[in-house]
Each structure stands twice: as structure tokens, then as C-alpha cells.
């Protein structure tokens, strides 16, 4: 998974004017490793101004299609986000790491379930997948779908969101709450806070009844979504959370900045079946010491978020920082992130073919 591949661009269009889908075009020989699953997201790498850029992006087309579309909202001074947005053009080339992440719940045609989605804003990438795949693949289930936005022309998907509603009538629920224009209830005005979810779960959904929920926007939003689905007595392993940003608040951030003592170890990364081993004296993690020892491993955020770098522990211990991305179960088959890793033990050994 670790390697890069370069694809073209294939097609660009704009869902909002300030957001850019860009579809991808897969060789022949490169459709297995770019088959995914909803949910999923990809990093792609481009040099700006002479440096490496990394950005990861959740795809929000659909597995059945064959097709790798995503879609990249444009940030005020953000780099890669306005050089997708003004500069991509169609046949452009673009590094791009096949598809990772489990934002996601396997889907069984013989299920009936009932799944609540929460976004906002460029947060509807990940979920626009979710929803058609899940609908597309179990014809008994059915999704919920409140998603806020400033006003209806920052919409992403908005057109694609109806015709889902409308091909999916009685199975498809759509809200849209909006800060900036007013509605006629309002219940769908302003933004998506801890007393509308309440509100919502009283008059939209019974909590009883959801199988699954999934939120994915501005950190305050998920955080208000998790706790109020806590008090109303949801079990953790039915909310499930995509980070686009490291957290700032309490999404698990901890509390200060975390400072590293110096330490010494051997470190050995081994990538595509090579091995390379090099000395660690430092108090950097070991992706940024790996790098200075001229090791080309993968990673995008370097937040502990997109899991980019990840890779799997074959010999002594490290302490990571932060883990927004790695589930309990991959924990404990030994995965960490290399990014807020550091050496616990004299000699660590991490493979990143995993
Ligand atoms: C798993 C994952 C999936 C993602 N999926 C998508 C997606 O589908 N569509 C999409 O548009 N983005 C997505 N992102 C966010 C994306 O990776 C970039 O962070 C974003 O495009 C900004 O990059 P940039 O280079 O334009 O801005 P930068 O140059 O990195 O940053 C510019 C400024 O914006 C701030 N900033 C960075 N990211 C955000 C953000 N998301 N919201 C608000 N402020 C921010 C930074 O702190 C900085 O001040 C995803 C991130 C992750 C980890």
C-alpha cells in the first residue's frame, strides 16, 4: 500500500464554486491495488514551489462504478487545496497512494439496518459514498442524513444528494441545515450543535432503532455528535469519526503539547521487502529521523489523522503520541503510526509493507 503510483486526471468538474472533483484514470494494471471501499481516501503528492506536498482526500465516488473521484474544497491560503482548485487541469499527472482508512462498515445485501449520518461542509466526501453504496448494495437498509452548510450554493453534491432521495425514496432521509440562509423551520437553522442533534433524535430517529452512525466535518460538530450519541446511550463502536485535521479540542487530543526527551536506539524500517537500518539519537519521531537518514517512507499529515504511515512493530516497543486513525484491533496486531512514534526499546524494528 505504501507506494505511490502516477495517475492522470481524467475528468474535473466543480459541485460548488469553491471545490474542484477530480476523477482519476486507472491503468489497466493498476485497478486492483485502486479498488476501495466506501469510506476510504487517498494521498496524493505533488511538488508546489519545490516542495513535497501531501494531502489526503476521502473518496466520494461509489466502489460499484469502478470510478476514483474526489473532491477537494478550496482553503483560504491553503497549498494544495487552491493549486487543485486553480491550476489541476484535465490529463495532469498526480501522485497518488492507493486507497486506506476504515471509515467504513462492511455491507451485507441480507442486512436491514438503519444508519444516521451527521457532516458539514467538504466532511460530505467519505459519507456521499457510504450512503449510495450502502443503499445500492443492501436494498433493505436504510440512511439519515443531516448535513450542514452555509448557505444552498456551498453545497457539495447537493444535485447528486436529490437524485439519490429521489431513486431512493422511503429508504433516503436528507436534512440540510443551514447557517447563513434561513429556512422556514428552525430546526434547520444555524448549525449542527448538541441541541439540534437531540432535537433530530427525538423527531428523525430513535436511537434505539440505528445500527450505525457517521459524522465527518469541523471537529466542534463531531465532538457535540459523539457526546450527545453517548448520553442518548450509544455504544462507541456504533459512532464511527473521520478526522480530516488534527484535533485541537478534546476529539481524545491530549491536553498539552507533548515534549520527547533524546534517546538512543537502532531503528530498521523495512519497505517494499528492502532494509535499512540506521542509528536514532534524537528526540524527533521515528518517520522524521527515518527521513533524515534519507529513507523514503510514506506519510501525508504527520497529525496522527490520515494514517499514511502506518506500519506493523516486528521487533521491540515504541510510545506514540496521538491516534486518530488505528482502531483497538489494529493496535493490538502491533500497527502504529511512524509519524508519533518513538523508541521505547533499544532496538526497533517497523515494516511498512502492511
Ligand atoms: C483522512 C482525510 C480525508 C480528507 N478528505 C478531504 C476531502 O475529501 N476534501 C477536502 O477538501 N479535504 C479533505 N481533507 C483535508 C485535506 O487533507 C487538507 O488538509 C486540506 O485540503 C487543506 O490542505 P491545503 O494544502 O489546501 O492547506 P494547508 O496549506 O495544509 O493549510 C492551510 C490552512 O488551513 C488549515 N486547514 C488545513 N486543513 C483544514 C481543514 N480541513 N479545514 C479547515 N482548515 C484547515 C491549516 O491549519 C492552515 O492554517 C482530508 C484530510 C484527511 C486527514
Redesign the pocket.
Known sequence: MAKFHTLKVKELTRPTEESVAVTFEIPDELQNDFSFTQGQ?LTLKKDLNGED?R????I?SCPIDEILT????K?E??????FANDELKVGDEIEVMPPH?HFYVPLDPSNANSYVAFTSG?GI??IISIIETTLRTEPESEFTLFYGNRRTSTIIFQEELEALKNRYMGRFSLYHILSKERQESDLFNGRIDSEKIQAYSRLFFSTEAVDHYFTCGPEEMMLAVQSELKKLGVPDDRIHL????SPVGKLGAKEKEITHEKARAEITVVLDGNSMTFPYDSDKSILDVAFDNGADLPYA?KGG??STCVCKIEEGEVEMDVNYALEPDELERGLVLSCQSYPKTNKVKLNFDV
Do not use: D
Request: proline share 3%; aromatic share 10%.
Open positions: 481516501h506536498t494531502r489526503s482526500y476521502s466520494c474526489v473532491a477537494i474544497k482553503l491560503g491553503g497549498a494544495f487545496s487552491t482508512g467538504s466526501t467519505p473521520e478526522l480530516f485535521t499529515c489523522v490520515c
